[in-house]
Every structure is written in C-alpha cells, then in structure tokens.
C-alpha cells in the first residue's frame, strides 16, 4: 500500500518534471528563420549588433568553460570525498596562501581581459559616426514616430532607411519611459521624457527588421512594435522624393473624396496632420472641408500623409496576420480602444459606409 503510494508520487514527479523541461525547451525554438523569431539578438544585420554578438559569444564560451569546470570539480569533490563508515576528514586547505592567490589572480586576469573589449564596445556604442544620418524618434503611447530633418519628412511605425549608412536615431520621449529595440541592428535604448538618449542603428542588406518597446509603458506596452526597413539607394531615393510631396487631393465623387469628408467632420483632424499644399488646403476649405495644418505640440496621432505607403498601422501591431490590410484596417477603425486597449483614438461609432470611405482616402494616401 505505502510503496505503491510511493510509486505513483514518483511517477507524478517525473512526469512533471519532464513536462516543465518541455515547456522551457519551447523557448529554444529554430533560431533559423527570421519570420519564426524575428526579434532574435543572433539574426544580426549590421555592424553595430555584430558588435555586440562579437562580444557575446567570446564571453559566453569562457563563462561556459568556467561553468564546467568549476561545477565539475564540486560534482569531483562532493562524490570522491563523500563521508563513508571509518573514513577519516580530508585534508583541510583554508588558508592556504598558494591556493587563495591563485583563484583570486586567474578570474582578475579573465575579468579585466573581458572589461577591455566590453568598455570599447559600450563607447564605440554611444557616439554616432560623422556620416550618420539623423533621424529623431519619438516614443507615444503606443507608436514610435520619426523626423527626418534633412528632408524635413514625418513619419510613424516604419524606420526607414538607407542601406550601408548608418543612422544617427536622436531619440525622446512625449510622454513616458519606452525603449526603442530592434534586435537585427543594435541593443535597446530607453526614450525618456525631456532627454535626447543617441542610438546607432545600420543594416548590411535590404529588407525588413522587426522591433518593439522594451519598457513597460502603459496599457498597451504588448502592442507597440516597430519596424525598420532597410531600402536600396534607388529606393531610398524614390521613397524620400515620394514622402515629400504634399497629400493628393482624391477626385470628387470617389469614396475617396467620401472618406476625405469623414476625416474632416469627425474631429480626426485635432490628432492627425496631412500635408495638403497651401493652394489645396484653400480649396478645400472653400469646398467645406476644414483640414488645417496641425502645429507640431498639437500633434498627438501619426502623420498620415503618406499612410498606405507603410505596410503596417497602430503601432506596428497590425495589420492581423492571416486577415490582410483593409480587413484589419476595418476592425481598427470601428472600434480602436478594443483591439489596443488605453488607445488615445476613439471609438468614433463610425458606420460601415464611412469606414470603407475612410480605407479608401487612407488607400490613396500613398
Ligand atoms: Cu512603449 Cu512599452
């Protein structure tokens, strides 16, 4: 009776610690693939994670060694100098001036051996290059916003930029503590209220490189992701001639010119600025729609001038995977506070008709 009670607690035991090393080993997933993990540290895309990788792994492999032989010799020790009937007490070696010497010198040696590289690595880190490329960031609750002040471009969600120039990310806060990570091209750095804290960011290759705020912001922390791409130098060129020119005013009596309409009744114009012409915002002034030019401490939404040119919205969480742009689109507008809870958008009780009118302006916005 006692010894099959006995028996079934072992087999509980087991099988519950089988399943715990099977749920931590699911963090061990294929670091192979980008899209299966795409905020890995060991995807590295520019010179400035490399750096910190090329730290990383020296530095691992010697913990690793150490680990090894230090839990070996305690495994050596506790198993050979075991207590056994009629053995008497090993020799004692506190004291030992010889011995405490040396494990005292030889971590010295490995620490200061590693806080060179490490110290280099963290200055290297913190100034930017003096052909970098400016960009400001800006944290809001729960999407990043970024200025390029030398094309005077304004833009969200997306981290555009050239490829093989490194970019000189100037970065604060509106309103409290995030941290800008995207782990291909570098480490995190907090954006903080009132301060200008400098990241260097640049990628190698072409292509997309997914981040998210590593600081717990608010409500929706969960959902405030960001992306960088990285564009070719011809189509760097043509995206930074496209985002300057002004808004385009869609044709009257498209769903377009409808969605336009929606934008101007219904109050989206005191958060999000477009960049309509002079001659266009006067003309559509005289035609009933107030779009004015929002002052910069006004601004509290992303720009959507060029909206549609980026391939995700609210805060780089959407659109859905699986349920494609206008259908995620739709869900956002008829019910932001839902889908990102805390949302300084509200719901705006939008009909059906406004909001397809909406994605349709939103669409042309490119
Ligand atoms: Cu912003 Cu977390």
Redesign the pocket.
């Known amino acids: 009776m006692m010894r099959a009670m006995l028996r079934r607690r072992r087999i509980l035991r087991v099988t519950w610690s089988a399943g715990l090393l099977a749920f931590l080993l699911t963090a061990c997933g294929d670091l192979s693939t980008s899209l299966d993990s795409p905020l890995s540290t060991f995807e590295e895309a520019g010179p400035f994670s490399q750096r910190i990788n090329g730290l990383f792994w020296p530095v691992f492999w010697v913990a690793t060694v150490i680990f090894v032989i230090v839990q070996g010799g305690i495994l050596v020790a506790a198993f050979w100098f075991r207590d056994r009937p009629g053995r008497k007490e090993p020799k004692q070696i506190h004291g030992n001036a010889f011995l405490e010497v040396t494990w005292t010198v030889i971590p010295t040696i490995i620490l200061a051996a590693i806080a060179v590289p490490t110290v280099q690595a963290v200055f290297d880190l913190t100034e930017c290059g003096p052909d970098a490329m400016d960009v400001e960031i800006i944290?809001h609750?729960?999407w990043f916003e970024y200025h390029y002040p030398d094309t005077g471009i304004t833009s969200a969600n997306v981290l555009v930029m050239p490829t093989g120039r490194e970019v000189c990310a100037r970065m604060t806060s509106d309103d409290?503590?995030?941290?800008f990570w995207i782990p291909a091209l570098n480490g995190k750095r907090y954006?903080v209220p009132g301060q200008e804290t400098l990241l260097r960011l640049q990628a190698d290759e072409p292509g997309e490189y997914w981040g998210h705020?590593?600081?717990?912001?608010?409500l929706s922390?969960s959902l405030?992701r960001a992306r960088a791409q990285s564009l070719s130098d011809a189509d760097w060129k043509a995206w930074v001639a496209a985002q300057q020119e002004p808004a385009a005013v869609p044709d009257e009596g498209t769903a377009a010119y409808a969605g336009l309409e929606v934008f101007a009744a219904k109050g989206c114009t005191a958060c999000h600025n477009v960049d309509f012409s002079d001659d266009d915002r006067i003309a559509l002034e005289a035609a009933g729609l107030a779009v004015p030019a929002l002052a910069d401490e006004a601004f509290n939404g992303p720009d959507l001038t060029h909206f549609s040119s980026r391939n995700v919205f609210a805060g780089a969480y959407l659109p859905y995977e699986g349920l494609g742009y206008e259908d995620s689109l739709s869900l956002w507008l008829a019910n932001p506070p839902e889908i990102k809870p805390g949302s300084y958008m509200p719901n705006l009780n939008l009909t059906g008709d406004e909001i397809q009118n909406l994605i349709a302006w939103l669409g042309s916005n490119s």
């Not at 409290?176 to 941290?179: A, D, E, I």
């Open positions: 944290g609750q729960w409290v503590l995030h941290n954006l705020c590593a600081e717990f912001c608010g922390h405030m």
